[in-house]
């Protein structure tokens, strides 16, 4: 069977190599996500394990179209019925990249109608229309000339982990965190790593939950565990064996801490909720005081920036002591910020050894490593000696 697994726009790359470990074939990454192909088992283990996907999306069928009868049409042809039942209900979502209809709306309405009438015909009752939480999520993708149709098996998003009980203003993504994560080369057991703005603890519990190696979907459950044609005896020794490989708490080198008390009571609360408490350092502190907690290690951040939380000022007169914090406290260190803010290169006056292209939901943002050399980057100059 072909699916395909949207994610954050940059971590394709990262997505695919994480499929091909879980089993899947003929990964093809493309924007915004990776086509893949598998079984079952493949199906439960990918939203069971997968860090970097938003959802697991099944293909049901694709054809040519130039009107919205044509939509309505490819729609209507599944057999729906033997996936799900007419009580279930359902939603619609629709994209499209450069197509020629003019209403998407409309279009989500004629695939909703072909869905409906589909049932009517085969089993005398139509599903209702649920816009909040649908038992069964249909999403369409139309190109210029095709649409492809899918049925969700994750339902809610992947990055929901299931267990996030305190928010705060401008959330990042878990997903997107873990992407992050993957991209600094962090290495669980053998590196610390320390948010010094964690905020409710994102960057800490899917650290964390990397080094117990806790898969990310056992907090919660999945659309396809609502399908009719479930297979209960594949999916139970998956999670299982996800159970069995879980490490039991103990204390990591994951420091945390944020200048508010209030931030930091959250990311307690959000480690708490997630099984984690006590495997995380978290304190309150202000990043331009903070000392390094230990010797080497990464860093990574995100920042206020000028669409979040803070006023250009602010931020002008942050970077340079930024820039100075890392350059006095952090020496030895890989340090990583993901901001949306194009002024943060400049105004930490730091030269960035890597900027990688991230979007946090439609923000284009960067991801930038600073590698903070331990003692003088540079070499000493040759003495000269005097002849014999």
């Not at 993504?173 to 290495?187: H, Q, V």
């Not at 000022?313 to 914090?325: C, I, K, N, V």
């Not at 990583?336 to 290169?345: C, H, N, R, V």
């Amino acid at each position: 069977m072909n699916f395909f697994a949207p994610c954050p726009r940059g971590l394709e790359p990262l997505l695919a190599d994480e499929l091909i470990a879980l089993g899947a074939t003929d990964p093809k990454a493309v924007p915004g996500g990776v086509q893949f192909a598998g079984d079952w088992a493949l199906c439960y283990r990918a939203n069971l394990e997968s860090r970097i996907a938003t959802r697991v999306l099944w293909q049901i069928t694709m054809g040519r179209y130039r009107s919205e009868e044509d939509v309505y049409r490819i729609a209507y042809a599944p057999t729906w019925a033997r996936w799900f039942t007419p009580e279930q209900t359902i939603r619609v979502f629709v994209t499209a990249h450069k197509s020629p209809l003019r209403s998407l709306e409309f279009v989500t309405l004629k695939i909703k109608d072909a869905v409906c009438d589909h049932f009517r015909t085969v089993a005398g009752k139509r599903p209702s229309v649920d816009t909040q939480a649908p038992d069964m999520r249909v999403h369409a993708f139309l190109s210029a000339d095709t649409v492809t149709l899918y049925l969700d098996t994750s339902g809610e998003p992947l990055y929901k982990r299931g267990f996030k009980e305190a928010a705060v203003e401008a959330p990042l993504k878990e997903n997107l965190a873990a992407g992050i994560l993957k991209l600094t080369g962090w290495k669980p057991g053998e590196e610390a790593l320390c948010d010094p703005m964690c905020g409710s603890g994102t960057f800490l519990i899917e650290a964390a939950q990397m080094a117990l190696d806790v898969a990310p979907g056992l907090g919660r459950h999945f659309a396809f565990e609502r399908f009719k044609h479930y297979e209960r005896d594949t999916w139970l020794p998956i999670r299982q064996a996800a159970e069995a490989r879980r490490q039991p708490p103990r204390k990591l080198a994951i420091y945390g801490s944020d200048i508010l008390e209030s931030q930091q009571r959250k990311a307690f609360v959000n480690l708490r909720s997630a099984g984690l408490e006590g495997c995380v350092e978290v304190t309150r502190a202000d990043l331009l005081d903070l000392p390094a907690p230990a010797p080497a290690g990464v860093l990574v951040a995100n920042p206020p920036y000028g669409v979040r939380l803070s006023d250009t000022s602010e931020l002008e007169a942050f970077y340079p002591q930024l820039g100075d914090a890392l350059k006095a406290h952090w020496a030895g260190w890989r340090c990583y910020f993901f901001t949306g803010d194009p002024a943060l290169p400049k105004g930490v006056r730091l030269k960035a050894s890597k900027r990688t292209p991230l979007f946090n939901g439609a923000i284009e943002c960067r991801l930038f490593e600073y590698q903070m050399i331990a003692g003088s980057a540079r070499k000493p100059k040759p003495v000269d000696k005097a002849p014999d």
